[in-house]
């Protein structure tokens, strides 16, 4: 095994590793349980060893072939994720047993290139975000904003769906990453210059915060029940959602009114009473 990742056993975390890609593939577009992702196979010379590349929604362009790259973890809630060292054994069609050693490398992962050229850009896949008329638009400063903002909404609508289902914060990135590829896809984007073009989680209608139980759920596991009929153990993670996020909107403002009314501050109980509505 290489200086570099000497000492490494499979499913361990490679904080570092610096190599030559000597092979890159086309991505290949799948759909999980999760929701669709992308794969990336190609191989990386590492200390005069080869190792085959996975890249997981984290397509490389064509140019990135024979050069020398750094891929690096970044550090998370939950510490270093993004590159680890895999193994994989399998059977060809000629019946003989492959045994590969695997560097897979996920979204969250930083890649640098050495030399005296700038990273690769990544709008060749067909898959990676598509922002090219936004890019030669005039005003590239209102581009990115418009980037950013669908990201943000994304964020926040996976967050809010999810709300008490999923916890690992490495997992709800890559929902977010699968959400935010198939939207582009799709050609869908959020902007706040483009108002008839954004979908809206909140209930358009006025709401009145003393009649909080009667407002609708808007997204999550109990969309399109009535606040007043979700128990007081799911309110309670919506008012510790919105504690997070801010109460700026009709909807949860009605969660801070229904927080003041049961003292919902305290921490969730399994054995939560339900609301009597």
């Not at 904080?15 to 799948?30: A, D, W, Y």
């Not at 590349?53 to 064509?62: E, G, I, R, S, V």
């Not at 926040?156 to 709300?163: K, Q």
């Not at 909140?202 to 606040?227: C, F, M, N, T």
Request: glycine fraction near 6%.
């Amino acid at each position: 095994m290489s200086n570099q990742l000497e000492g490494l056993e499979p499913k361990d975390i490679i904080k570092k590793v610096t190599g030559k890609i000597t092979k890159l593939f086309p991505e290949k577009e799948k759909d999980g349980q999760y929701g669709p992702y992308t794969i990336q196979n190609g191989e990386i010379e590492v200390d005069g060893q080869s190792y085959k590349l996975a890249l997981w929604n984290n397509t490389q362009p064509d140019s990135a072939k024979g050069r020398e790259v750094t891929i690096s973890s970044t550090r998370g809630k939950h510490g270093l994720n993004g590159v680890t060292l895999e193994e994989e054994s399998f059977k060809n069609k000629d019946g003989q047993q492959i045994h590969n050693q695997v560097i897979k490398v996920s979204a969250s992962a930083k890649i640098e290139y050495d030399g005296p050229s700038e990273e690769p850009a990544r709008v060749d896949s067909p898959t990676r975000l598509k922002w090219d008329k936004t890019i030669v638009s005039d005003n590239p400063e209102q581009s990115l904003d418009k980037i950013v903002e669908t990201h943000q909404y994304i964020d926040s609508l996976v967050r809010m769906a999810y709300l008490g289902k999923i916890t690992d914060e490495e997992t709800l990135r890559a929902y977010v990453s699968s959400v935010f590829i198939e939207a582009n896809r799709k050609g869908i984007s959020i902007s706040k210059s483009e108002p008839k073009s954004e979908p809206k989680v909140e209930k358009p209608a006025e709401l009145d915060p003393k009649d909080w139980a009667s407002a609708i759920v808007p997204s999550g596991s109990r969309k399109g029940e009535k606040l007043g009929e979700i128990g007081k153990k799911d309110l309670t993670k919506l008012y510790q959602y919105y504690l997070e996020k801010g109460f700026t909107t009709p909807f949860s403002k009605c969660v801070e009114q229904a927080a003041q009314d049961f003292n919902l501050d305290a921490p969730v109980e399994e054995d939560a009473d339900e609301i009597p509505y």
